[in-house]
């Protein structure tokens, strides 16, 4: 069975850190280029980061740029988001998505294949 499966979410303080781990069951995510994306109460999925097959291509959401990074470790079959400097709108459900046959990475949620079942992300005082 194919499944993705997204952990390191939880409740910080503004201006801090976590890193979500994305990890596959079931099929080698180096044969995809995994996206990061999130969803906060009452508003659409929007795409965070993504990072291609090789990692050698990302890109981020203008909201996260210079507080967040991605990164992949294909040993590991676990793709990460680093993010850094959290703000209270960053609060969302964040969710992991493998898409293939793309060089690069796409942040569009119609692209990716599968998904994951999300992690929540509270920021707050």
């Known amino acids: 069975q194919l499944q993705l499966v997204e952990s390191g979410g939880g409740l910080v303080q503004p201006g801090g850190s976590l890193r979500l781990s994305c990890a596959a069951s079931?099929?080698?995510?180096?044969?995809?280029?995994i996206g990061w994306f999130r969803q906060a109460p009452g508003k659409e999925r929007e795409g965070v980061s993504c990072?291609?097959?090789?990692?050698?291509?990302?890109n981020f959401a203008d909201s996260v740029k210079g507080r967040f990074t991605i990164s992949r470790d294909n040993a590991r079959n676990t793709v990460y988001l680093q993010m850094n400097d959290l703000k209270p709108e960053d609060t969302a459900v964040y969710y992991c998505?493998?898409?293939?046959?793309?060089?690069?990475?796409?942040?569009?949620?119609?692209?990716?294949?599968?998904w994951g079942q999300g992690t929540q992300v509270t920021v707050s005082s």
């Open positions: 998505a493998a898409e293939g046959a793309n060089y690069y990475c796409s942040a569009d949620v119609t692209d990716y294949e599968y």
């Open positions: 990072i291609s097959i090789s990692g050698r291509y990302t």
């Open positions: 079931g099929f080698t995510l180096d044969n995809y280029s």
